[in-house]
Structure formats: structure tokens, C-alpha cells
Nanobody, 123 residues
Framework: QVQLVESGGGLVQVGGSLRLSCAAS????????MGWFRQAPGKEREFVAT????????YYADSVKGRFTISRDNAKNTVYLQMNSLKPEDTAVYYC????????????????WGQGTQVTVSS
């Protein structure tokens, strides 16, 4: 298993930037595909980005493509989400997740989840 803890959320104005971090416990972090999801009030959890075990493959939701960047540092057991050009529609609780099946966009594919970190983009 792996335990995940997100950090870096906060309040930011439209057009601003935030970098989220997800620190993973355990000694097998590099065995996991990682993903970021988000959930806004009254909405279902939606896919944001995913990254392969080695970091060589990434995939993004169309809504964030070109603005967000997912990366990982396996030596630090950490995955990041750099968020630029933030919009009010990006306001949500952001969750880090891990799976052992490979890059996936469906939240059902992920077995482990962090507690979430709030991102609020003011208009």
C-alpha cells in the first residue's frame, strides 16, 4: 500500500499559479502510476492528469491541457501538479491518487487516495 498526503492548495486570483505536491509513503512509490483528480461542490470527481511510473508518459484532461503540468520525483516519493493561468472553474478539492495498472483517466482505476487539498480561484 501507499499513503498519500497533498499540500500546496490555497486561495489564488484568476490567472495566478499554484503548485500542488503529493508526498507518498512507502518504499515502492516508483511502482505506482500517479494521478490528480478534483471535485467541485455538487459535482462528481473528475480526472485532471496522470503520469506513468517512470514519468515518461503524461496525459491531461482537455480542460487543463496547456495550463497544468504533472511531474514526479521518484527519489523524493513526490508527485507535483503545477497549475498556471488558473480560472474560477479550477476551484475544487484536489486529490492525489495511485494505481498499479498504468495511466488511467477513470477514478475507479485508482486504489489509493490522499485527503485532498482545497484550491480556490477568485474571480
Amino acid at each position: 500500500q501507499v499513503q498519500l498526503v497533498e499540500s500546496g492548495g490555497g486561495l489564488v486570483q484568476v490567472g495566478g499559479s499554484l503548485r500542488l505536491s503529493c508526498a507518498a509513503s512507502g518504499r515502492t512509490f516508483s511502482n505506482y502510476t500517479m494521478g490528480w483528480f478534483r471535485q467541485a461542490p455538487g459535482k462528481e470527481r473528475e480526472f485532471v492528469a496522470t503520469i506513468s511510473r517512470s514519468g515518461g508518459f503524461t496525459y491531461y484532461a482537455d480542460s487543463v491541457k496547456g495550463r497544468f503540468t504533472i511531474s514526479r520525483d521518484n527519489a523524493k516519493n513526490t508527485v507535483y501538479l503545477q497549475m498556471n493561468s488558473l480560472k474560477p472553474e479550477d476551484t475544487a478539492v484536489y486529490y492525489c491518487a495511485a494505481n498499479d495498472e498504468g495511466p488511467r483517466a477513470r477514478d475507479r482505476a485508482y486504489d489509493y487516495w490522499g485527503q485532498g487539498t482545497q484550491v480556490t480561484v477568485s474571480s
